[in-house]
């Protein structure tokens, strides 16, 4: 199979057909391998236009997803970027292609070194990952420019707005356990100006700031 093409197929029909613009955005895309992040049986699927399974019960998002998240979060040069769910570290490498730093924290031990594995091949040297729950923020590092949660949750996890930036922005999908809203929330001094984007379907944040286990 040809990977190439399936990749900029995948650029051409479903991220600029569906209105993704940033130039930056789209040729991050065009860098990174995503099939290099699934599992081998699945691999054949890695260009489709849905999400597939990486292992643990947890998917690696629709292309569209990632390119959507990734553009509302405004990336830009010298942000330092924290990832709340890695997954299969598919995120957090185009983030990388496009900012200073990403720190990415996953709850499950083998998908956290597997990503890890995946981006050492692949050369990433800014990228931090950590095993643990997200919903507590990463407060060696913090404050960050930019927050990304790729899992769905009931409510924004306050530790990470506490250790968001001034001016800073935060993506993350509000919703109950079948659905949600693509939101994204800007802070601004005393305030949150929140923006919905379009609704969604992510597998649960599972953490004391999330969906509690069970
Ligand atoms: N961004 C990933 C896809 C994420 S799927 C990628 O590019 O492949 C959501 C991930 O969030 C899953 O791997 C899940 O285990 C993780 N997750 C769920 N709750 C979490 C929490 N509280 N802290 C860290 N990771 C969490």
């Given at each position: 199979m040809d990977y190439k093409v399936?990749?900029?197929?995948?650029?051409?029909?479903?991220?600029?057909?569906?209105a993704i613009k940033n130039k930056e955005v789209l040729n991050a895309f065009y860098k990174v391998e995503r099939h290099k992040f699934i599992p081998e049986e699945f691999r054949g699927s890695a260009y489709a236009d849905y999400p597939v399974p990486i292992g643990e019960g947890q998917t690696i998002s629709q292309?569209?997803?990632?390119?959507?998240m990734t553009e509302c979060l405004l990336p830009s040069p010298q942000d330092r970027i924290l990832e709340i769910g890695t997954g299969s570290g598919y995120q957090a490498?185009?983030?990388?292609e496009l900012?200073?730093?990403v720190y990415s924290i996953e709850?499950?031990?083998e998908l956290a070194r597997t990503a890890e594995d995946t981006l050492r091949q692949l050369g990433?040297?800014?990228i931090k990952i950590r095993v643990g729950d997200g919903t507590l923020g990463w407060l060696e590092e913090a404050p960050f420019d930019k927050i990304i949660v790729t899992a769905a949750s009931p409510e924004i996890p306050k530790p990470?707005?506490?250790r968001l930036k001034e001016f800073g922005r935060l993506v993350i999908p509000l919703g109950d356990s079948f659905s949600q809203v693509l939101t994204v929330v800007e802070k601004q001094k005393d305030k949150l100006i929140k923006t919905?984007?379009?609704g969604c379907v992510f597998v649960p944040l599972v953490g004391k700031y999330g969906w509690r286990q069970n």
């Open positions: 399936l990749r900029e197929r995948m650029i051409k029909e479903q991220l600029v057909a569906r292309p569209f997803m990632v390119a959507l490498a185009i983030l990388a900012v200073k730093e709850r499950f031990a990433y040297k800014n990470l707005l506490e919905e984007v379009c």
